[in-house]
Nanobody, 121 residues
Framework: QVQLVESGGGLVQPGGSLRLSCAAS????????MAWYRQAPGKPRDLVAA???????NYADSVKGRFTISRDNAKNTVTLQMNSLKPEDTAVYYC???????????????WGQGTQVTVSS
């Protein structure tokens, strides 16, 4: 059993910053990648940022230069530092991880419960 728990969401003003965190726990042999997605009301869930390793990352065009994803492999955590927030960043943000739970099983994807980010004046 693997669990992902997000934290750090909240209400901020445009131009402000938030730092989201996600911790993976349970049966974990290895984590191949971790990522952040977001979903606004009536919209599909879109990739925000992904990290296959501590240094290999990619970002949605809409957040490049403003958001930074970081992994701590020793702690099985991933963070999303969000700066210069805009109202259009308002969404539920979900943590995703590709986790191999044991040496004998292939990896699979897991989702966190989501954390609300609201950017409004």
């Amino acid at each position: 059993q693997v669990q992902l728990v997000e934290s750090g969401g909240g209400l901020v003003q445009p131009g402000g910053s938030l730092r989201l965190s996600c911790a993976a726990s349970g049966s974990i042999f290895s984590i191949n990648s971790m990522a952040w997605y977001r979903q606004a009301p009536g919209k599909p869930r879109d990739l925000v940022a992904a990290a296959t390793t501590d240094s290999l990352t990619n970002y949605a065009d809409s957040v490049k230069g403003r958001f930074t994803i970081s992994r701590d492999n020793a702690k099985n955590t991933v963070t999303l530092q969000m700066n210069s927030l805009k109202p259009e960043d308002t969404a539920v943000y979900y943590c995703n991880a590709d986790v191999q739970s044991t040496k004998w099983r292939p990896s699979r994807g897991y989702w966190g419960q989501g954390t609300q980010v609201t950017v409004s004046s």
